[in-house]
């Protein structure tokens, strides 16, 4: 491996790591108050959709199910199972409170949906786009991606 493909992957996980962080002020900064959660959504879509990018650059495919992004292990060689930043993903992951359009390539064009809060399509909620960027979507707006063929079938995790 270059050391110019480890720059590249560590600056890309370097800027997801700053939207995580300024996610945990932002929940900080919110208490107690009932739209922090919210901010643990923001913060729980940032954590899978990087862990789902960190699999797709070192697998060269996207994974197909939740389990195998959870057996996946991005640092093979360090104690502890993967780091930190993977261990909100993973806690993520197995709760019933996102779903992700498993198979879908991150290198998808325009914003496709990857990862979204279940109550999304119903209420509207936080959403991560296969372009990186996080966003609290409303109900109508949420629908405008999906009825635009943004993601298959949503509520369907495959």
């Known amino acids: ?6 720059l590249k992957s560590h600056a890309s996980l370097a800027v997801v790591g700053i939207a995580v962080l300024a996610a945990g002020v932002l929940l900080a900064a919110r208490g107690c108050d009932p739209r922090a959660r919210d901010g ?3 913060a729980a879509v940032l954590q899978i959709g990087s862990f789902y990018f960190q699999f797709t650059r070192a ?3 996207p994974p197909k199910s939740a389990e195998e992004l959870l057996e996946f292990d991005p640092y093979p060689n360090t104690p502890g199972g993967g780091g930190p930043e993977n261990w909100g993903a993973k806690k993520a992951l ?3 409170r996102y779903e992700v359009a498993w198979g879908t390539s991150p290198a998808a064009t325009g914003e496709t949906l990857l990862v979204w809060t279940t109550k999304s399509p119903r209420k509207g909620g936080t959403v991560f786009f ?3 960027r996080a966003a609290v979507l409303t109900k109508d707006q949420f629908a405008k991606y999906a009825g635009e063929g943004a993601i298959l079938g949503v509520g369907q995790t495959k």
């Not at 491996?1 to 480890?6: E, Q």
């Open 40 to 42: 643990q959504d923001l």
């Open 94 to 96: 197995r709760t019933a």
């Open 1 to 6: 491996m270059s050391i110019a493909t480890v």
């Open 59 to 61: 697998r060269g495919r």
């Open 130 to 132: 296969t372009t990186g």
